[in-house]
């Protein structure tokens, strides 16, 4: 079996359309849909939610986050309700 390496920008082209989580350096985490993003991690979120310190605060329909606040971005388990 061989295994195939893949690259940041391979995966999140693979991501996008897909319930991710974006934890920014703050520490506050927006999920939702990925929407599109950009060479410098800029990232447009749709069913977008806000989470400080694991509690959901606040609902938007789409958002933008800067890329030099990201600190990551991982693919989330469970699909996003649509509203």
Known sequence: M???KQTPSDFLKQ???RPVV???N???DYRGVLACLDGYMNIAIEQTEEYVNGQ???KYGDAFLR???DEYVN????KIKNR
């Open 75 to 78: 693919k989330q388990a469970h």
């Open 2 to 4: 061989s295994l195939r």
């Open 56 to 58: 959901l605060k606040n």
């Open 15 to 17: 991501i996008i359309g």
């Open 26 to 28: 703050s520490g506050v």
């Open 67 to 69: 890329g030099n606040n």
């Open 22 to 24: 974006v934890k920014l």
